[in-house]
Structures are given as structure tokens and as C-alpha cells.
């Protein structure tokens, strides 16, 4: 995964997605709301910096499912003390991105579409 790779990847026609939050609130996003999901799905970047290895807990963890061009990614996200995010995809772990920005966009989505 690379910073452009996920610009593509978030301009990419969506087929499904969803979102679980770390209290395991799972919400699946509607066609009408992927633009939100596009928004959150770009603060992954910048990457600062990959490992080979899934090395993520799962404790704590946010949880994004993208369905898109035939193509389904899995990703742990995990948020924690520092300015950045942990994210895990396809046996690789990542390090970068907008943490403060991801937050507000997942919140973003569970205000708008989560259930009480």
C-alpha cells in the first residue's frame, strides 16, 4: 500500500463497506453515505513507514471492510496514544496517517448511521 494506492483505491467505485468500531459496533455503510467512508479511508495516508507481517492486536482496534472492483481488503486500524495510526492489510503493517482526522471521520459515520 502506498499514499497513491490509497488515493486510488478511495476514488475506486465501491461496492460495499463497513465499519466496526472497537466496542465491536459494526456498521455497514450505505451507496448514499460512501463518500464518508472514502473520507475516512484517506486518512490512512501519509505512510511513514511498513513492516512485513501482520503484527496487529486486535484489542482496541478499529475494523474497515471494503468491497470494490471485485476486490475485498480487511483492515485493522489501531489508534492508541501516538499522532499516528497502526493499520494492518494483506501481511503487512503500516504506520502513518491522520489519526486525529481518522477519529472524527469514523465518528462522523457512526453519528449519521449508527443505531442507538
Given at each position: 500500500m502506498t499514499d497513491?494506492?490509497?488515493?486510488?483505491?478511495?476514488?475506486?467505485?465501491?461496492?460495499?463497506?463497513?465499519?466496526?468500531f472497537?466496542?465491536?459496533?459494526?456498521?455497514?455503510?450505505?451507496?448514499?453515505?460512501?463518500?464518508?467512508?472514502?473520507?475516512?479511508?484517506?486518512?490512512?495516508a501519509p505512510i511513514k513507514s511498513t513492516e512485513n507481517g501482520d503484527k496487529l492486536e486486535a484489542f482496541g482496534t478499529y475494523q474497515l471492510q471494503l468491497f470494490a472492483a471485485g476486490n475485498v481488503a480487511d483492515i485493522d486500524v489501531l489508534v492508541d496514544d501516538t499522532d499516528e495510526l497502526v493499520f494492518a492489510l494483506d501481511g503487512y503493517t503500516y504506520h502513518g496517517g491522520q489519526r486525529d482526522r481518522f477519529v472524527s471521520a469514523a465518528e462522523a459515520i457512526r453519528e449519521r448511521l449508527g443505531t442507538e
Open positions: 497513491e494506492r490509497i488515493a486510488i483505491v478511495a476514488n475506486t467505485r465501491i461496492q460495499s463497506v463497513s465499519v466496526t472497537p466496542d465491536n459496533t459494526e456498521i455497514m455503510i450505505p451507496p448514499d453515505d460512501f463518500e464518508r467512508f472514502r473520507a475516512l479511508f484517506r486518512t490512512l
